[in-house]
């Protein structure tokens, strides 16, 4: 992927559903380089269909993934992973029954050694370091995750999708964990983060999008937005059209 | 005894699939007729006394006739005025044992060809069709029989027990190549040229053999198969045998399907002198003996289960070094030349162009065939299934013209007396005259009474 | 002690294979996540090519095992699972034993008749049958090569997949296929590199195996059934485990068959022999009881949802009524050869039917379903001396007893080592049970010489049992006739029954149960009474089955109520649909009925084949095929009465006019085969023709369908989002116009 391009990824007009049900109805996003965006919004508002569509995961119904400047609609995901783009999914993003080793040794396919992966993990994260042979599976919620963000931080991704890192964890942890996100946003990776709990994103994050009901609701810098959630979040809008 | 040759061995399954090691063969083997042996001067009839008359079969006169000319009445199903419709029970397109009792019809047209061409029974020629049991359908092939068969003749099927009750009731007659269950045996409207031990059991090979072996008897190791109808003549044989001084120190149930020999072998060694092998090993048997490095003093099949050319080349394939035995009622296809009723049999069947080789396992279907043709031909004042019954079962003595040794028809468990002995070397059969012994004047068997063992069974 | 070393140098000699087998099979599964039960076949496959090469066209056994090795195996490997094994992703565990067990009987049907069994085969010995001497027992170098391969085979494994990236890899991507992915692995090129070394061990050990005796495809096939116990004790993971699991098999067997299979001494020997012909299955029923209850993988979603869509009481009665109707109408059309045949039906309906409850519903993957069918004609024969009806009803209760029995037994497992287990459960009963030799059963007062009770009993007594066929209140079912229309009005019964449990509460549950067992605890429920309970109902079913089925041979022998006869009938339940009873009827007529066979009757293979390819079909259709491609097809044939009467009409005409004669049996065939296609696209196309029908008034009364369905495998119409925007007092969701503002 080019990074002289201003903006890294955009989505134009991308719809997406599952079977007959649309979840997205005309997505229009663009996330320079660098950007570290917080995606926010109620549950079932198509946050996390969002960031499949980034990844390659879910193809659209309609409309295009442009990364870099090429057109990347349905893009094999392998590839796509290949060239940098590292989707942290929901609900734990390791393989339960492989040891934490393991789960370090496979992010060695984009170059980097096996030490200089477990190196920069339990750098960040000294606690894995102790259960570098226990089944990833058998770990707490919190180190899961912790492996799980390893990925990010040692495969020098160019393009960062996260979601939902702080489900189900203490509020301790989940600082922890935004801290080493931040970190990594600040060596210029572009981070999509796609997040429930408002407070703790806004800290990190660039930029803020609000997506409600499948569209993006509110779009600016999370100053701007902050006192605008509440009412989008429950109240919807009322005077739209039907367009069925 | 054929009723545990090799077909029935595979095809009588408690619980897998089966696999068909049989006369049916797909391949043209060389070698697909037993080889001939010289034996002494004492055997058979002269083959070259004048050939035999049409519709004489060996010792056997009017097999096959046109009779007088005039037509014997009959309203019996399945008859008309110019021909009898008989069904042959076998296996052949079956899926759990594809070719199972293709020789069955191999025989049925080969000697379908000669009666006819003969004259047929008194005028009628005989026309035969197939019936298919599958395996598992033998009831439905009853039925169907039923409908336009007069009789069934020359074939068998290995789960026979269901066909009794609707055969009976359409009075059906039969003159099956064997019978499987003992219902089957002691059914009604039947012949039954081919016998398994049950109520009864020939001991002739201990007997011969007792001299040489008797050492080796006092040690005996039996391997039977665990499928109820290969395993109860062989438990009549193991009840048979220590009444004649065998000791037997071994008795293993293999099961149908044995991927490795090895371990019903090893309990042999240093245990056991004098093997009976289980019905139809092939060649893994005697390799595992190899392997083991286990040579008996002898190995003896008393009912004459394994006299197959599979077996010869199994043998062949990985030979022991021991003796090999075994008594058979059947006349040594390796001296067809001597006996023109084996040698017309083995001429006849190889005629039909068929691809499977001629072996043993032909002749019980010809001993039926003959039977009937015999019985019905005598018919001549009506033609009925009840008539062509009583006529073949008053036979004591029957040989199918010298095929096979005699058996007294008109008891179904009787077991006959006079037995051959074979020896099986890496070259094949060969008959055994000095350790037979016959007791028949010029014949080849030896029918001494005391080789028939009664068991309270 | 000369005997001791004998019998463990055979017994490590089997050991050396099981571990080649049962390591192949555990690769298969560690890498790929499937249990592929067809792996013998692979193994069998390997012995005929070698043979093929080697003997057959005679080429050096070097270059013939290199052949096979390099070319046979990873080719197979890689066409198994481009042409199947990838439609099994995200399926259950019911659909791949279908899917693997078709393959299984594809394979088989294929090989027999490319290589006919009725010839002998051999395959030369390795080494040329020179041996070493290890304490004075004669070792020949062909078994070291084997004991030495599987070793081998064993650690190599171990350190590919535990020491390798690659080896990492392919765990990995059955563990989670999608993250995998995102971690920049391909899964179906992984896929391929796993089946392609799986394929390659089962073709490397039908090499070694080969020179043991004939070659014979189903023992070959089978004999894996054996190196099961190997594979679970290694806990379908460990590869070292495996072998040392192999090794316990090995030396058990051999010692079992040494000291106690080949004497006549000791107490009992006539009822241990057939026990230890079966030994490897009670291995393995041993090995699960003590198997840690680990989660196998962690938590799959199934990519396709498993729907039981609820029975209703119209729709039963048609069918339980239109069953009865048929038989009727059919009866007088067939010969009495084919009638014969097909009074086997109805016995192996109710026995289909029996898996809908416990499979379907439940969700409990047991295969033995005719092992309580053997208990219920067994029960019949000894009971039922003269026709008497009442007896039934003991088999049931003495077939839902021993359910009941078995269920807590394996209680604890679930999934495959469930289907593992009624497997060797069946294995144990066909092949020990059943065939007992006679027995008495005594019950003494203890401590005295009081006797109260004897009975001697043999199960299958002289190989086959005497199954009458009941009468009622002078009704005698007999003849093949009467019989046919009984079991057709016991089926429809049991139809009526299974439905009614269905609708009932205790249905609720066991759906409850299979979707989700946590949740099902959460409630106070107990999942474990619940899962006895529909054992024991299956297997009462099934001994019904069974008492019909037996009734129906009359004298049927064991290998009726084999376990691959089973097998069978599980394959074509869940081919055309576990959860649907109407499935469970065609299942049935298919493997009961002989109209396959007699129509194609040179083609004795066809049945198996179709089978297979059918089963291979299931990856795509796990619902089965009634629910997903027979009735959305029927659907809109109700809505057009003029064609359902015409339809009718066509039918009714032609079969009284074949009945009188006028018309044969294969015109009537046709006719109905030909009306049957013809209804759907006919009704379609004049359901279709527009009658004026105000759209508001039918949508406003209510959903477009049921509301489980809606999205599901019905479409979500803006009425119905209307109709739920009412319910739930929520507007409904606006676009954005791309304006905020109120």
Redesign the interface.
Known sequence: MTTTETALIELHQVRAGY???EVL??IDLSIPVGQVLAVLGPNGAGKSTLLRVL?G?HPPTSGDLVIGGNVMTGAD??AL??RGL??I?EGR??????TVA??L??????GATRRDVEQAAFHAFPVLRERRNQLA?SMSGGEQQMLAMA?AIATDPALLLVDELSMGLAPRVVSQLFESVARIGESGVTIVVVEQFVQTVLGVADRAVAVV??????DGSPTEIAPELHSAYFA????????? | MRQTRIPMRRALVAALPLLLITAACGHESPDTTPKSTNGSSEQGTDTNAQPAAPGEFGTLKGVCGRGDGKTVPSDARGVTDDEIQVGVLNDATSTLAPGLGAEYLAVAKAFTEWCNAAGGINGRKIKFVTRDAKVTEAAARIVDACQSDFMLVGGATPFDAPTVEPREECDLGAIPAYAASPEATTSKLQALPTRVPAKQANVAAIRLLENEFGDAFERTGMLAVDVSSLLDPALAVREALPKVGVDIVSFQKLPLEVASYRTYVQPLVGKVDAVIPPPAPDAGFFRAMNDVDYTPKVLLDPVGNTYSQDLAKAFADAPVDAPYYLASEIFPLEMADQNPATKLAMDLTKKTGTKLPIDAGMIPAWASWLLFARSASECTDKLTVDCVIEKATSDHAYTAGGLIAPVDLSDPTSIGACRVILSLTADGFTYEPKITKPTDGDGVFNCDDANVVRLDG | MNEFIGFTVSGLVSAGLYAIVACGLTLTYTTTGIFNWAHGALVAVGAFSYWQFAVDWGLPTPLAAAICLLLVGPLMGVTLEAVIMHRLEGTSEATRMVVTLALLLGVLAGMNWIWPPSQQRLVPRIAGGHVLTVLGQRVPYSDILVIATGLLVAVGLRTLLYRTRAGVEMRATVDDRTLATLNGASPSRTAMRSWAIGSTLAVLAGILIAPRGALSATTLALLIVNAYAAAVIGRLRSLPMTFVGAVILGLATGYAQGYVGSRQDITGYQYLVGLVNVLPVVVLFVALQFLPQSRLRGARVLRVKEVSSRPTWPGTLVLAVSVVIVAVAVAPLLSPGDLNSVTKVWGLAIVALSLVPLVGYGGRLSVCPLSFAAIGAVVVSHLGGSGNPVVIIWAVLIAAACGAVLSLTVIRLSGLYLSLATAAFAVMLDNWILTLPKFTAVIRVPFTDVTLYRHEITIFEGGSLDVRRPSFFGVHTTGDHAFFIYGAVVFALVTLVVAAVRRSDFGLRLIALKDSPVGYATLGLNGRLTSMAVFAFSAGLAGLGGAVYGAAIQRPSPNVFSFFSGLSILLAVVILGVNSIGAAAAAGVFVGGPALTNLFPGLAQLSSTLIGTAGIGLGDNPNGAVPAEMRPRWRPVPRAPVVLVGGLAAVVITYFLTLAGVLGNWTFATVLVVVLLAMPPVARYVAEIPAPRPVRDAEADGLSGPPELLGLTLPVTSADLDRVSREISVPRPRPTGGSHGT
């Open positions: 079977d007959e049900v109805h005309g990844a995961l995901p392998t992973a290949l590292c989707l999914p993003g390791v393989f339960p029954n492989l393991e789960n040794w496979l992010l060695t396919n984009r599976g990925r009901g499948g569209r993006i609701v509110l919807g809008n009322p005077d739209q059209e039907d367009d069925r």
